[in-house]
Structures are given as C-alpha cells and as structure tokens.
T-cell receptor, first 116, second 116 residues
Framework: AQSVTQLDSHVSVSEGTPVLLRCNYSSSYSPSLFWYVQHPNKGLQLLLKYTSAATLVKGINGFEAEFKKSETSFHLTKPSAHMSDAAEYFCVVSENYGGATNKLIFGTGTLLAVQP | NAGVTQTPKFQVLKTGQSMTLQCAQDMNHNSMYWYRQDPGMGLRLIYYSASEGTTDKGEVPNGYNVSRLNKREFSLRLESAAPSQTSVYFC???????????????FGDGTRLSIL
C-alpha cells in the first residue's frame, strides 16, 4: 500500500530565503504525487502534480518539486520565500483504491512559517 | 468561478443530534469525495462517489452516510452525532476517479463541526 511521510512538521524560514519541504513516499507502482497548500480556515489548493512525465514539476506561486525514484522522494522547493507562503503544506500520493478510484493518501502536513 | 461549495461553514451540535453537510461542484466533475481533517492526521477519506449513482466507503465510514443527489451534489449525513466526530470536513471533486487518468482533486473550504 502507498504511504507518504513528511519529514518535518514545522519549518521556519526568513522572507527571501529558500524553502525546502521534504516528502518521502512508498508505492508499489508508478505513483501520482501532489503537493497541496492549505491557508488558515481554507480548503486545500493544488500546487503541483507529478504524473510520470517530467521529473521536475513546476507549480503555482514559484514552487517546484522533483520526483526522485531512486530516493522515493518528492521534495517541494521555492527559491525565495514570501510572507504569503506561510501555510500548511501536504504531500499526497494517489492510490488505486479498490481498482475503481484514485484515493488520495495524505501526509500529516508541514507548517511553514515565514519570518520578516 | 465557485468550484466546490460547502454549507454550512460552521456548526455546533449536541451529542445525538443529526445533521447533513451539503456539497456542490460546478466543474462537471464525475467523482466526489468526503474527507475529515483532524490535527496531526492529515485528511482521511470517509466516502466517495466515483460517478453519479454510485457511492462507496472510504477509510473511516462508521457513523456517516452519503447521498449522491445528482452529478453536482454529494451530501454527508451524521445520523447521531458523537464527540469523536468533531472535525473539519472537506468535500472534493475530480474529473475522473480512474487511477489511470491521475486527476487531481479540487477541495471546498470545509465545514467546521463541533459536537458537544
């Protein structure tokens, strides 16, 4: 069965510095991987997705992630953090659930704080 | 440009009361999902509907029922609310539930439910 591990529950960076949010997955076949962002009292917004095309995936708001099969990782990065990036980020793998639907398996989330 | 709309946004219930959470999407998506979000646990799938007319149990279905009223609407019912059901509930939709198509899910803003 698929699973997702987000290695840091909290990450704090200064505005203008790089962001790295780490995610490892386990999957028995070629997975679909996603990063979602959740701002306070809001739903989840899709940042980017990997679906077996290019291994470097670019998303919205300057975020990108690289799929590394040998390391079973899908880390999220951004070159320069902005105050508006402060939110909770979820790494998600899509599982073939009973053969009929793509159930999403969520990591436990990483809370990103951006200091001025 | 509504996407996925959930009502109500907030609700407080007493133990034993019943309630229906409403969800509607305007993206002509075939598949819809109900999740609950609890601190430190990410999101867990309660029920899903792969297509109009079908519903299936997810990871944590006990204490809930669902109705796929039509293609747009998917409701979640708590017949006899319990304090353990205090959570934030999210509805999501996707164009297809097929694992091969690897479609992302689009989320509503959530319903914050407290059971006293």
């Amino acid at each position: 069965a698929q699973s997702v591990t987000q290695l840091d529950s909290h990450v704090s960076v200064s505005e203008g510095t790089p962001v790295l949010l780490r995610c490892n997955y386990s999957s028995s076949y070629s997975p679909s991987l996603f990063w979602y962002v959740q701002h306070p009292n809001k739903g989840l917004q899709l940042l980017l997705k990997y679906t077996s095309a290019a291994t470097l995936v670019k998303g919205i708001n300057g975020f990108e992630a690289e799929f590394k099969k040998s390391e079973t990782s899908f880390h999220l990065t951004k070159p320069s953090a902005h105050m508006s990036d402060a939110a909770e980020y979820f790494c998600v793998v899509s599982e073939n659930y009973g053969g009929a639907t793509n159930k999403l398996i969520f990591g436990t989330g990483t809370l990103l704080a951006v200091q001025p | 440009n509504a996407g996925v709309t959930q009502t109500p946004k907030f609700q407080v219930l007493k133990t034993g009361q019943s309630m229906t959470l409403q969800c509607a999407q305007d993206m002509n998506h075939n598949s819809m999902y109900w999740y609950r979000q609890d601190p430190g646990m990410g999101l867990r799938l309660i029920y899903y509907s792969a297509s109009e007319g079908t519903t299936d149990k997810g990871e944590v279905p006990n204490g809930y029922n669902v109705s796929r009223l039509n293609k747009r609407e998917f409701s979640l019912r708590l017949e006899s609310a319990a304090p353990s059901q205090t959570s934030v509930y999210f509805c999501a939709s996707s164009e297809s539930s097929s694992p091969r198509q690897r479609q992302p899910q689009h989320f509503g803003d959530g319903t914050r439910l407290s059971i006293l």
